[in-house]
T-cell receptor, first 113, second 114 residues
Framework: SAVISQKPSRDICQRGTSLTIQCQVD?????MFWYRQQPGQSLTLIAT?????????ESGFVIDKFPISRPNLTFSTLTVSNMSPEDSSIYLC??????????FGPGTRLLVL | AQSVTQLDSQVPVFEEAPVELRCNYS??????LFWYVQYPNQGLQLLLK??????LVKGINGFEAEFNKSQTSFHLRKPSVHISDTAEYFC????????????FGPGTSLSVIP
């Protein structure tokens, strides 16, 4: 199984600033994803992180607000840009192996004041 | 578009009693099905998955689930719950047309009462 780590684990930020979240997988995964989880709610897919090319965003999410990079098979970053209090959430990195099993990082808890 | 329904948002159950958490999906093509558990203030952990083969799938912590294609269901069961099973449980689906995105249900909060 893959082990996924995220940095930072939590942060408190001022509105208008940006935060970059890092995701590292300990083994190769075929696909990587970024999710958002509002308190007490389910997971919402933000985008699929594509290696060496632009991420594929879901409806309601745009690259200018959530730029994503994936320079290699085991690392990805998500930036939350020009933050507002509505961006307060848990951001989860996920990786899928060749057996279609999807693993999740512990999440980054973001609070925007 | 595919969707995942978890009919019960909250399920309270006494310790050592059996529990069933319901999951239904909408898809006309083949699917992969998953159950994840999220303990308080933690990430998601895979409980079990169905990809093909036997429709009864056994997972970790004594949980099992049965895939019923005709009813498009994948209900999760445990014969005897423990206090430590208190958590949020998410059903998830990957649809066979694209096999790209995992779609999550809204979650069921299981509370085990001593």
């Amino acid at each position: 199984s893959a082990v996924i780590s995220q940095k930072p684990s939590r942060d408190i930020c001022q509105r208008g600033t940006s935060l970059t979240i890092q995701c590292q997988v300990d083994s190769q995964v075929t696909m990587m994803f970024w999710y958002r989880q509002q308190p007490g709610q389910s997971l919402t897919l933000i985008a699929t992180a594509n290696q060496g090319s632009e991420a594929t965003y879901e409806s309601g999410f745009v690259i200018d607000k959530f730029p994503i990079s994936r320079p290699n098979l085991t690392f990805s970053t998500l930036t939350v840009s020009n933050m507002s209090p509505e961006d307060s959430s848990i951001y989860l990195c996920s990786g899928r192996d060749s057996g279609e099993t999807q693993y999740f990082g512990p999440g980054t808890r973001l609070l925007v004041l | 578009a595919q969707s995942v329904t978890q009919l019960d948002s909250q399920v309270p159950v006494f310790e050592e009693a059996p529990v069933e958490l319901r999951c239904n999906y909408s898809s006309s093509v083949s699917v992969y099905l998953f159950w994840y558990v999220q303990y308080p203030n933690q990430g998601l952990q895979l409980l079990l998955k169905y990809l093909s083969g036997s429709t009864l799938v056994k997972g970790i912590n004594g949980f099992e689930a049965e895939f019923n294609k005709s009813q498009t269901s994948f209900h999760l069961r445990k014969p005897s719950v423990h206090i430590s099973d208190t958590a949020e449980y998410f059903c998830a689906v990957i649809e066979g047309t694209s096999y790209d995105k995992v779609i999550f249900g809204p979650g069921t909060s299981l509370s085990v009462i001593p």
